[in-house]
């Protein structure tokens, strides 16, 4: 079965500062599927970035960037020039090839931006 | 487009009722699924359905099902309510025809259990 892990339950990052997010996962699986979603206050889940295991690039999506560590198991993600709309439960998920769009989440990581 | 509809956003229920929650896709996605947030158990996978046939199932027992309907909207129903069901019940929808597909959540329908 797949983990996810999520060992910060609660950041925060002055505004317009750099922030990293840690995740590690568990699978024994070769191809996969790793995303983060945020979670604001209104509690619709938004996806953050995506990135596919068999790319050796860290996927990067403006202010958002991921360092993807695929023998250490691990999908970090980085917020640059934080901004308040940035606050919000993050969480990270893995979905397995052949398994249909079932994610495992993590715990999350409740950020707040500090004005 | 429009985006991944949830009805009913609000429901209070009580303990032995049932419930029926409903989900609209984006247009197009052929492909739904349902995840239960609680502070305890986090999120956590229900099943998922693609053209109108169930493709996974989590492991939830059999009080939750759910349908899906040629139109690709979807349904699932809590029979016998528990307290413990008090939950965000999240449907998101995505294409389903290929692994990785990019995933879309709806606002979630929230469900109190007195």
């Known amino acids: 079965a797949q983990t996810v892990t999520q060992s910060q339950p609660e950041m925060s990052v002055q505004e317009a500062e750099t922030v990293t997010l840690s995740c590690t996962y568990d699978t024994s699986e070769n191809n996969y599927y790793l995303f983060w979603y945020k979670q604001p206050p209104s509690r619709q889940m938004i996806l953050v970035i995506r990135?596919?295991?068999?790319?050796?690039q860290n996927a990067t999506e403006n202010r958002f960037s991921v360092n993807f560590q695929k023998a250490a198991k691990s999908f970090s993600l980085k917020i640059s020039d934080s901004q308040l709309g940035d606050t919000a439960m993050y969480f990270c998920a893995f979905m397995g090839q052949n398994t249909g769009n079932q994610f495992y989440f993590g715990t999350g990581t409740s950020l707040t931006v500090i004005p | 487009k429009a985006g991944v509809t949830q009805t009913p956003r609000y429901l209070i229920k009580t303990r032995g009722q049932q419930v029926t929650l409903s989900c609209s896709p984006i247009s197009g996605h052929r492909s739904v699924s349902w995840y239960q947030q609680t502070p305890g158990q986090g999120l956590q996978f229900l099943f998922e359905?693609?053209?109108?046939?169930?493709?996974n199932k989590g492991n939830f027992p059999g009080r939750f099902s759910g349908r899906q309907f040629s139109n690709s909207r979807s349904e699932m129903n809590v029979s016998t309510l528990e307290l413990g069901d008090s939950a965000l019940y999240l449907c998101a929808s995505s294409l389903g025809d290929r692994d990785g597909n990019t995933i879309y959540f709806g606002e979630g329908s929230w469900l109190t259990v007195v």
């Open positions: 990135q596919e295991a068999y790319k050796q």
């Open positions: 359905y693609f053209s109108e046939t169930q493709r």
